[in-house]
């Protein structure tokens, strides 16, 4: 991995703490959209930045892969958001779901997406988008199953 690589990667970081600190400071309570604005944007972040600094020292699988990532991270969020907003006025209990089903729901898209394309093109490597993917959905999983496995 190249140094504007990792740059990008930090970049994103950067942007999506600045991002969830002013949505942080901007809400008086937190609810289901609330979390989902402020925690949905990581893997957006990351890739986007990534692929604005990082476009012209990568090759065109990682492009290609980047670009997937970004239009599968938007979908997912714009998808999830709708659905928050469907259910939650109804007092449908989504918190204990929320960020994991976006996550998941994002997750379906890219590899939904990335099947479409031809052999050649796909990426072989497990990218630091799918890592960063899969950590998000772990760890709010993990938080789901917590209360079961150590309950009080």
């Known amino acids: 991995?190249?140094?504007?690589?990792?740059?990008?990667?930090?970049?994103?970081?950067?942007?999506?703490?600045?991002?969830?600190?002013?949505v942080f400071?901007?809400?008086?309570k937190t609810t289901p959209i609330s979390d989902w604005i402020m925690y949905g944007p990581i893997a957006f972040s990351l890739a986007s930045c990534h692929y604005l600094l990082s476009k012209n020292v990568i090759?065109?699988?990682?492009?290609?892969?980047?670009k997937i990532s970004i239009m599968s991270n938007v979908i997912g969020m714009i998808l999830w958001y709708a659905v928050i907003?469907?259910?939650?006025?109804r007092?449908?209990?989504?918190?204990?779901?929320?960020l994991a089903g976006g996550y998941i729901l994002?997750?379906?898209?890219?590899f939904i997406s990335r099947s479409r394309l031809a052999e050649t093109q796909r990426s072989k490597e497990f990218t630091f988008n799918f890592f960063i993917l899969l950590i998000m959905i772990f760890n709010h999983v993990a938080?789901?199953?917590m209360p079961y496995i150590f309950p009080k």
């Open 1 to 22: 991995m190249e140094l504007k690589e990792l740059l990008g990667y930090i970049v994103g970081f950067t942007v999506y703490l600045i991002w969830s600190f002013s």
């Open 25 to 28: 400071m901007s809400v008086e």
């Open 59 to 66: 090759d065109s699988n990682k492009k290609i892969d980047d």
């Open 85 to 89: 907003v469907i259910i939650s006025p």
């Open 91 to 98: 007092y449908i209990l989504i918190s204990d779901v929320n």
């Open 106 to 110: 994002i997750f379906l898209i890219y």
């Open 143 to 145: 938080d789901l199953l």
